[in-house]
């Protein structure tokens, strides 16, 4: 288990040739890992203790009945979380349902937490892994080094030739690399809004709202708390079991059902709803500066210069106005990939070049 998790901090390295934002790694990457973690961690729970204790009559077979319970699921009694533990019920949502199967509440999930947050992982990864492909290790082979200064001048110069020729020779022609990359970006919106649609379907349309419910439970009278933790995630249910007794007749038995493997449900997926709804309001910031850069070039010389702080915002302001936006994206992956004064140097060559040679813009 713990050699497992050791082994996802890899995914968490410092990349020296970054081609992503933060934002687009923070969901790939940390919540994929993130997401696993928590996987392996319920996934272990489960077998190394009992994740479920029925109390039963001493009359019956415990193991059979836990097993039981545990593939049929357990419920509560919805009303009963109102009641006053200890004089009205025996546990939050435990009571007698007189017969009136309807008013049960059953709880299906919790078999299945361990494989939906797999799966939920690999999709956090998959933007990841396409764009891995899509990229292509374009950025990584034009900087080839150059992300530091102990290169030689000679080495350095000639680098710098030979990413001016890829620019110009492919002038233009970078655009689908660009809007490859918002694309996958825009996946990870897309992402994150349907997991979240679908753990509140899995979670019986109570998720939406869990994060927000567990802040307003201090700010509610003591006598009507319906703690939202214990709600979705019960520590102690019910479950009915029933087998034939000595001369054949169907015997009716009733049991309590503790269920530990709650109690690191509830931690975990509150810890999940800040976390997604962080990353949706960073996502929808994203696509909202995404958006700027299409639809706003004149922010794109600026945004360049703030990325690279040694280059005159003149020089990125001419080299913008030349280029078109996929070019643009490309000596704006380089800024963050270059070290500072090899790429205002090649920036600065780059405009020169261009700008004597204005021909090599026409495709």
């Known amino acids: ?60 077979p415990t193991q059979p009945i836990n097993t039981y319970c545990w593939i049929t699921s357990t419920f509560t009694m919805p009303d009963a979380f109102n009641r006053q533990v200890g004089l009205e019920v025996a546990h939050p949502g435990i009571a007698n349902d007189f017969g009136d199967v309807e008013a049960r509440k059953y709880y299906t999930y919790y078999q299945w937490v361990c494989f939906v947050l797999f799966f939920q992982a690999m999709a956090c990864y998959l933007p990841h892994w396409l764009w891995s492909n899509l990229e292509g290790g374009l950025i990584k082979t034009l900087v080839s080094g150059m992300n530091h200064t102990l290169e030689a001048e000679e080495s350095v110069t000639k680098k ?49 709202t869990y994060g927000l419910r567990v802040l307003n439970l201090s700010d509610t009278p003591q006598e009507e708390r319906v703690d939202p933790m214990v709600y979705i995630f019960p520590r102690v249910t019910k479950c009915i079991f029933h087998k034939y007794g000595a001369s054949g007749t ?12 709650n109690i690191v449900n509830e931690k975990t997926y509150i810890f999940i709803w800040f976390w997604y709804l962080i990353l949706t309001i960073l996502l929808i910031g994203l696509m909202v500066y995404r958006a700027a850069i299409i639809f706003a070039p004149a922010v ?64």
């Open 250 to 261: 169907i015997q009716k038995h009733d049991s309590l059902c503790i269920l530990p493997l």
């Open 160 to 208: 710098k030739g030979i990413i001016m020729d890829y620019i110009i020779s492919h002038i233009r022609q970078h655009n689908t690399y660009v809007y490859r990359y918002f694309a996958c970006e825009a996946i990870c919106l897309v992402n994150i809004l349907v997991q979240l649609y679908l753990m509140n379907r899995f979670f019986d349309g109570e998720f939406l």
């Open 300 to 363: 794109r010389p600026k945004i360049l210069q703030l990325n690279s702080r040694l280059t005159e915002y003149e020089t990125c302001q001419s080299i913008t106005r030349k280029i078109e936006l996929g070019d643009w994206w490309v000596l704006y992956i380089l800024s963050s990939n270059m070290d500072s004064l090899i790429y205002r140097e090649l920036l600065q060559e780059l405009t020169k070049k261009i700008s004597e040679n204005p021909s090599s813009l026409t495709s």
């Open 1 to 60: 288990m713990l050699k497992l998790l050791g082994e996802l901090k890899g995914y968490l390295k410092w990349q020296d040739i970054s081609t992503d934002s933060m934002v687009f790694r923070m969901h790939n990457l940390f919540t994929a890992v993130l997401l696993l973690t928590c996987s392996m961690i319920i996934t272990a729970t489960q077998f190394v203790g009992n994740p479920i204790s029925c109390i039963v009559p001493s009359a019956l």
